[in-house]
């Protein structure tokens, strides 16, 4: 009979190398396939067809999977149905600019889950390699995989408030330009498509966005309130609230242009008084905690050895 080799910590890990190995190849064969994930034509196709479907072209009257794609997508719809939270997804997304829906953001947290557990798992294999294998080790990928889901939340948040502190750096200047361009004599329309196309930052894609949507068949009103609602700004919902409130009423729009300007330079002359007075904080902290003690260290150290050699 074959002699049965004993399971050691060298030949556990040793397996685990070769499986992740052979595991990654398998995942770049699949992924150098030209139709894995791609759209179907349907979806291609939706963002153009006002009527039909939403503008992310998921349309209810998709068919089953047929394909590897369609079952990837599936998925993608399953796992955001398990997870839930796509209301408050949807929002931070749009906040942050990220052109993707709710099913693709669930499985880039998946992968930062798969990558974590992967980082534990090795962690695991180093140990057992250096013969410091114990039974706390094994939870090292239930702390990866939730590492991994904490770092792309954070992620997502440090760039829905980075755009949002673009945007508001952006607010006052456009509507003092969009001021300027109406009481010039120009429609409050051609001035945005202004502002669209020769305008460059975030604020300026979003404008582009709703000039577009305009040209597609939706009302002026419409697109800027739901440039307001992608945004998730305060400064900019106020401001395109007062600007449809004078749309609907008739009010000269030169003059409420000009307001909201004045009230967005008055934000962001706050804003940064504010923020000059939190990074003042932040410099005392290393003033008292590190540079005040060892002032105080040089200051009184030779004084108490001279007394103790007094003393001696």
């Given amino acids: 009979m074959a002699r049965m080799m004993p399971l050691t910590a060298t030949s556990l890990a040793l397996s685990v190398i070769l499986g992740a ?29 006002r009527d039909v479907a939403d503008p992310l072209g998921l349309t209810p009257l998709a068919s089953r999977p047929t394909s590897l794609a369609g079952a990837w997508q599936g998925a993608r719809s ?37 990558a974590g557990c992967t980082v534990g798992a090795l962690a695991i294999v180093a140990l057992s390699l250096m013969g410091q294998f114990n039974l706390a080790t094994l939870a090292l990928p239930a702390f990866g995989g939730a590492g991994g889901v904490f770092i792309s939340d954070i992620l ?18 456009v509507l003092e330009f969009l001021a300027l361009c109406v009481s010039a004599g120009e429609g409050l329309f051609d001035s945005l498509k202004r502002v669209g196309n020769t305008g460059a930052g975030e604020l300026a894609t979003e404008i582009e966005t709703a000039t577009l949507a305009v040209g ?10 739901e440039l307001a609602r992608r945004a998730n700004h305060p400064a900019l919902g106020r401001s395109i609230d007062h600007i449809v409130s004078a749309i609907d009423r008739g009010a000269p729009l030169a003059h409420v242009l000009q307001s909201q300007a004045n009230d967005a330079r ?40 001279i007394l103790r050699l007094g003393l001696s």
């Fill in 21 to 49: 190995a052979f595991g990654a190849g398998v995942c770049c064969v699949v992924a150098a396939s030209p139709r894995w994930g791609a759209p179907s034509l349907s979806r291609r196709i939706a963002p153009y067809i």
């Fill in 78 to 114: 399953r796992l955001d149905v398990l997870i839930g939270g796509s209301s408050n997804i949807t929002r931070r997304l749009r906040s942050a600019g990220w052109h993707i829906d709710v099913p693709t953001y669930r499985v880039r947290q998946l992968s930062a889950v798969l």
């Fill in 156 to 173: 997502l948040s440090r760039a829905a408030k980075a755009r949002t502190a673009r945007i508001g750096s952006e607010l006052p200047t």
């Fill in 216 to 225: 597609t068949g939706s009302s002026l009103a419409d697109s800027l309130t």
């Fill in 266 to 305: 008055e934000q962001a002359k706050r804003s940064l008084i504010e923020q000059a007075g939190r990074k003042e904080i932040g410099m005392l902290i290393p003033l008292v905690f590190l540079i005040l003690p060892l002032s105080v260290l040089f200051a009184v150290f030779p004084g108490i050895v």
